[in-house]
């Protein structure tokens, strides 16, 4: 059974940095990517970041770009966010997701969903 299991959500204010944690496990995630969405209150879920397994490739939703990095380790089958200068507007539960192409997650859609972690951001 695949689980993924978010961590490191909080409450900060403005300004401040958080990093999220992402572990992956139930099955063999090679050559999947990984990544990050988000859902902020009365607002639809939208795509974050995303990487690819080998690293390669990265994208990052507009909103967060020079903000926001992702990065992962494959031997541990994790993926992080490491969030900067955090907004009110960054205010959101962050879902981790798998997906086998890193532009279909840039496309909104992932195979596997963690349950998510909630960053409350302060003015």
């Known amino acids: 059974q695949v689980q993924l299991v978010e961590s490191g959500g909080g409450l900060v204010q403005a300004g401040a940095s958080l990093r999220l944690s992402c572990a992956a496990s139930g099955r063999s995630f090679s050559m999947h990517a990984m990544g990050w969405f988000r859902q902020g209150p009365g607002k639809e879920r939208e795509f974050v970041a995303v990487?690819?397994?080998?690293?390669?490739?990265?994208y990052y939703a507009d909103s967060v770009k020079g903000r926001f990095t992702i990065s992962r380790d494959n031997a541990k089958n994790e993926v992080y966010l490491e969030m900067n200068n955090l907004k009110p507007e960054d205010t959101a539960v962050y879902y981790c997701a798998v997906e086998h192409a890193s532009r279909t997650m840039v496309g909104g859609s992932a195979r596997y969903w963690g349950q998510g972690t909630q960053v409350t951001v302060s003015s």
């Open positions: 990487m690819s397994w080998s690293g390669a490739n990265t």
